[in-house]
């Protein structure tokens, strides 16, 4: 028995090392974001912009804004909070200081809850103009998360994404 759930484990670990090792990954900093592109043997790119922002003193990612395509082709954005977020207040998002908007969660995982939204050209046009994406969001005890995202390197970011994308 020991032997088959050995040999089993082998077979899964060769599986997935061969399907990494297949895949082609590029990742590239521009500015406070990252595109990253992956190749996977099935061929269908897939690429991401994002921004993380971490906790030195917790030594942890606290959120996450993601831009990226979805499996329709639709341009979408998607704001990643920590657990302990009270979920029927979703996330306010501001851009520099102009109209607010709430964003409801859509999943939630161990690793923290998504509020996705379509990320429009006139929201586009909006980001470019900033110097930052606010998002808050509300603890269980009622107290807010202000997230403060950089769009330094937004532009130029975005037009490599577009064009990696193609």
Same mark, same amino acid.
């Given at each position: 028995?020991?032997?088959? %759930?050995?040999?089993?484990?082998? @077979?899964?670990? +060769? @599986?997935?090392?061969?399907?990494? =090792?297949?895949?082609?990954?590029?990742?590239?900093? @521009?500015?406070?974001? %990252?595109?990253?592109?992956?190749?996977?043997? +099935?061929?269908?790119?897939?690429?991401?912009?994002?921004?993380?922002?971490?906790?030195?003193?917790?030594? #942890?990612?606290?959120?996450?804004?993601?831009?990226?395509? /979805?499996? =329709?082709? #639709?341009?979408?954005?998607?704001?990643?909070? *920590?657990?302990?977020?009270?979920?029927? /207040?979703?996330?306010?998002?501001?851009?520099? &200081?102009? /109209?607010?908007?709430?964003?409801?969660?859509?999943?939630?995982?161990?690793?923290?809850?998504?509020?996705?939204?379509?990320?429009?050209? *006139?929201?586009?046009?909006?980001?470019?103009?900033?110097?930052? @994406?606010?998002?808050? =969001?509300?603890?269980? +005890?009622?107290? *807010?998360? =202000?997230? &403060?995202?950089?769009?330094?390197?937004?532009?130029?970011?975005?037009?490599?994404?577009?064009?990696? +994308?193609?």
């Amino acid at each position: 028995m020991t032997r088959f %759930v050995v040999l089993t484990a082998l @077979i899964a670990l +060769s @599986i997935l090392g061969s399907g990494r =090792a297949q895949a082609e990954a590029s990742r590239q900093v @521009i500015g406070d974001w %990252v595109v990253t592109c992956t190749l996977p043997a +099935s061929g269908h790119k897939s690429c991401m912009m994002t921004q993380t922002l971490a906790s030195e003193k917790l030594g #942890k990612t606290v959120s996450v804004f993601t831009i990226g395509r /979805d499996q =329709a082709g #639709k341009l979408k954005a998607s704001i990643r909070v *920590p657990v302990g977020v009270s979920l029927p /207040d979703g996330v306010i998002v501001g851009i520099e &200081n102009g /109209d607010r908007f709430k964003v409801p969660y859509s999943a939630c995982h161990r690793i923290g809850r998504f509020a996705p939204f379509d990320l429009t050209e *006139p929201l586009l046009g909006k980001i470019r103009k900033a110097t930052k @994406i606010s998002a808050v =969001a509300q603890s269980v +005890s009622q107290r *807010p998360l =202000a997230l &403060n995202f950089s769009v330094r390197g937004f532009p130029a970011a975005y037009e490599q994404y577009v064009k990696e +994308s193609r």
